[in-house]
């Protein structure tokens, strides 16, 4: 029997998750512990959210790399994010304007990710997961 064929918004719930994934391990020390971006808590990186800086329902930036940073779950969550924080954060790491530059990009009309480039991006991020958890 063939292979069920993924619709677009599964694609798009695999390439969340292995997105989070990869951006979690990529901030974590070799024992497995991520800093908070906004807070400074410590925390294992299984625990930590992918937090975004400008929301995730704006695919221009859904998975920009700079957009998105591990936070704890009070700032992520109950904390809406801390966006003052995580801007100044921004502007510290990337430089000066990243923060502004990430909120225009918000409203930028952006086409649809076709089936390809989200398989694309899936391998993508499963590569850099395997790597960072490798060293």
């Known amino acids: 029997m063939a292979k069920k064929t993924k619709t677009l918004s599964q694609l798009k719930r695999q390439l969340d998750a292995?997105?989070?994934?990869?951006?979690?391990?990529?901030?974590?020390?070799?024992?497995?512990?991520?800093?908070?971006?906004?807070?400074?808590?410590?925390?294992?990186?299984?625990?930590?959210?992918?937090?975004?800086?400008?929301?995730?329902?704006?695919?221009?930036?859904?998975?920009?790399?700079?957009?998105?940073?591990?936070?704890?779950?009070?700032?992520?969550?109950?904390?809406?994010?801390?966006?003052?924080?995580?801007?100044?954060n921004l502007n510290k790491i990337y430089g000066m304007g990243t923060a502004e530059l990430l909120k225009a990009m918000e409203r930028r009309p952006h086409q649809k990710i076709q089936r390809h480039e989200y398989l694309e991006l899936i391998e993508r991020y499963k590569r850099k997961s395997e790597q960072s958890a490798a060293e």
Request: glycine share 8%; with cysteine; charged share 25%.
């Open 18 to 88: 292995i997105f989070s994934k990869a951006i979690r391990l990529r901030a974590a020390d070799p024992d497995g512990f991520v800093q908070c971006f906004t807070c400074d808590r410590v925390l294992s990186w299984k625990e930590a959210h992918a937090g975004h800086f400008v929301s995730r329902r704006y695919l221009a930036t859904r998975f920009d790399e700079r957009n998105v940073q591990v936070q704890c779950a009070g700032c992520n969550t109950f904390h809406a994010g801390r966006t003052w924080e995580f801007g100044k």
